[in-house]
């Protein structure tokens, strides 16, 4: 038995070092891959700038915290509705589950390194046997049977299948987890991105309802001069009624563009659409600092949590490789079976009643190498596709990150411009109200004149308020690309604020109308001449 034993062992060592001569992967490469077969993952080179375009600017600086970057605003309405969606958001809830999921996936491939097939077994019958049916008939005609039993069956992981499969389900869990990263610093761009949007929007409307204010009170003024016999043109009075019409018809499109920004942002924080005005109220554009921190291009590839999904995608289906090649090898088993048979229950147990057996076995797909072989091919060409997805990923957070960088510090500039440009409408407005008021009523206005710098205000304070909430929202770009946010999820997320008695109110600001121009005062008394003023 001792002999049959040594031969067994080293027909099985001489088979090993043939097959691993024969296969894909080397004796020495075997070995270095801690015994087995396949390639080892190294992490792919990606490229990386190694500094920002604007670099340079003054208002950009290094940082390294980026976890609360939308504190930066000072908006206790944003920290609240941050808060909110981190708590109920839908999508970051369901990107848990896939945590959970990968996380019992790998528990799945834990449990193959041990014996794959363990199970027990047993079984009663009545059994008749004929007594004529020949020189094996018995003299019991009736008898019981009972049969308990275990069976076994172990596959080795002699090539590092089940070894290479749980580095994979744990490059895959990995990946959910950077995946969940990746939908919550989505989401917290999302919610400040729809927060700004709501603001903009809001001062959008403002300024319209005051230039429709402005415009009503110079159409009245037209009105006036002409039921008093003042010298007046009945053109004028359709053209501020066609410009007051048409100020008056952009209000209804942003106040749809203001309902939909209302519903995304109920959709993020995991509430059906409302009326988000009880919650937030109206209130200014928030107000972002005049420096971003940025550090440096290669700090993307460990913050941006999308990027790191992608490489662990890549690294798992390294694994899958040697998972393929190990096809091209036997599969060396253990199997096993232990169990008891006896005619009577009282015997079922008794040392005569033993039955089993146990001893190595081996599985071999001889005549398959073509498909097992471009299997590896096909894991292999998966894996480069990975690769160069992740690559393209870098490349991607790179141009968003500069795409951000460019709004914010570009938007102030603009700003400055269109604050400038607003001035001076708004002083063009009050040289002609002055002049008015020299003149008095029997000045007529130019209103040729008035129309163009009216036009041209409403257009200008639009232009300025959505410059604003550029700058805003350039930030947010910025830090989203960045990657930064998720390391809330760290500290248990975002703490929540004290709920406000009631929602921000919108600061005093002065109207055009009584710093700008002064209602017209109707004269008692007719001119000399032309015709008599009518009554009103």
Sequence with gaps: MGSASRTWQTALAAAV????????????????????????????????????????????????????????????????????????????????????????????????????????????????RSKNAGPFSTSRQFFDQWNLGFNLAWELDFWGRFRRAVAAADAQLDASVEDYDAVLVTLLGDVAANYVQIRTLQERIRWLRQNVALQQWVKDGVERRLRGGFRANILDLQQAESLLQQTESEIPELEIQLRLASNRLCVLMGMPPADLAKLIGEDRIPTAPAEVVIGIPAELLRRRPDVRRAERLAAAQAEEIGIAEADLYPAISINGTLGYQARNFSELFARSSLDGNIGP?????????????????????????????????????????????????????????????????????????????????????????????????????DSWAQSRGEIAQGLIQVYRALGGGWEVRLEGGPPMPAEPPSPPALPEEPSLLPGLVQPLKERTVPPKSGPAAPKP
């Design 17 to 128: 070092v043939l097959l691993a001569c024969c296969g894909c992967t080397g004796p020495i490469q075997y070995f270095r891959n801690g015994f087995k077969v396949g390639p080892n993952y190294c992490p792919p080179a990606a490229p990386v700038a190694e500094h920002w375009i604007d670099a340079a600017d003054i208002r950009s600086r290094p940082g390294e915290d980026l976890s609360r970057w939308w504190t930066v605003f000072n908006d206790a309405t944003l920290n609240r509705l941050v808060a909110m969606a981190y708590g109920q958001n839908l999508s970051l809830r369901e990107a848990g589950f896939r945590v959970l999921e990968a996380r019992a996936q790998r528990a799945i491939a834990v449990g193959e390194l041990f014996p794959q097939q363990q199970d027990a077994s047993g079984s009663y019958s009545r059994e008749a």
């Design 361 to 461: 076995s081996f599985q071999w797909n001889l005549l398959n190498y073509g498909r097992i072989v471009n299997n590896v091919r096909l894991q292999d060409a998966r894996f480069q596709e990975l690769v160069t997805a992740y690559q393209n990923t870098v490349l991607a957070a790179n141009a968003e990150a500069e795409n951000g960088i460019v709004t914010f510090l570009r938007a102030q500039m603009r700003e400055e411009h269109l604050d400038q440009s607003v001035r001076a409408a708004k002083e063009a407005l009050k040289t002609m109200k002055l002049q008015r008021d020299v003149g008095g009523m029997a000045v007529a206005l130019d209103f040729t004149r008035y129309a163009l710098i009216a036009q041209n205000l409403v257009q200008q304070q």
